[in-house]
T-cell receptor
Framework: AQSVTQLGSHVSVSEGALVLLRCNYS??????LFWYVQYPNQGLQLLLK??????LVKGINGFEAEFKKSETSFHLTKPSAHMSDAAEYFC??????????FGTGTKLQVIP | SQTIHQWPATLVQPVGSPLSLECTVE??????LYWYRQAAGRGLQLLFY??????ISSEVPQNLSASRPQDRQFILSSKKLLLSDSGFYLC????????????FGSGTQLSVL
């Protein structure tokens, strides 16, 4: 079985500040991990993914995430928040032929 | 390139009425297909997924059903809508061989009144 826990349903940061969105996973086998972003009234789009190889993954819009097996974490970061980053972010886990499981999401608010 | 179409974008239906939401994928064959529901504060809930024509797996027992009459067509239905069926419904697909990245449709906002 696999699951994802996202800590904090709402996160607020000031424009230009560090963005840190937390994700912890549970998986019985080495996981594939994803971050998706959803803008209001739209579908989700992939920010970045980890499957194998380098544990620090860079995605679109300046986001990155680091896979830490010892901590079972895959936190999403961005050095400097921009107003356009305001959205809802979902962490997800899958492996091979197992279906993708999503976290409950974190809404990011960017304060000017 | 691959595209996914989902319609309608918004729908307002009375309680007890039927429902049919359609999703089609273009530019690929034999995709995995998914229906998710997103309710406020509850994240994404997987409702159904399909690995092939006529093959449907239900994740949550409920008032809804799904069908896959063609390889790239996925339909979400209900015979009688409940108030609790309100939400944002998302169709998605990924490649069966890797089961990695999901590609999402633009969603249907369903309001049951």
């Amino acid at each position: 079985a696999q699951s994802v826990t996202q800590l904090g349903s709402h996160v607020s940061v000031s424009e230009g500040a560090l963005v840190l969105l937390r994700c912890n996973y549970s998986s019985s086998v080495p996981p594939y991990l994803f971050w998706y972003v959803q803008y209001p009234n739209q579908g989700l789009q992939l920010l970045l993914k980890y499957t194998t190889g380098a544990t620090l993954v860079k995605g679109i819009n300046g986001f990155e995430a680091e896979f830490k097996k010892s901590e079972t974490s895959f936190h999403l970061t961005k050095p400097s928040a921009h107003m356009s980053d305001a959205a809802e972010y979902f962490c997800a886990v899958s492996r091979g032929y197992q279906k993708v499981t999503f976290g409950t999401g974190t809404k990011l608010q960017v304060i000017p | 390139s691959q595209t996914i179409h989902q319609w309608p974008a918004t729908l307002v239906q009375p309680v007890g009425s039927p429902l049919s939401l359609e999703c089609t994928v273009e530019g690929t064959s034999n995709p995995n297909l998914y229906w998710y529901r997103q309710a406020a504060g509850r994240g994404l809930q997987l409702l159904f997924y399909s690995v092939g024509i006529g093959q449907i797996s239900s994740e949550v027992p409920q008032n809804l059903s799904a069908s896959r009459p063609q390889d790239r067509q996925f339909i979400l239905s209900s015979k009688k809508l409940l108030l609790s069926d309100s939400g944002f419904y998302l169709c998605a697909w990924n490649w069966a061989a890797t089961n990695e990245k999901l590609f999402f449709g633009s969603g249907t906002q369903l309001s049951v009144l």
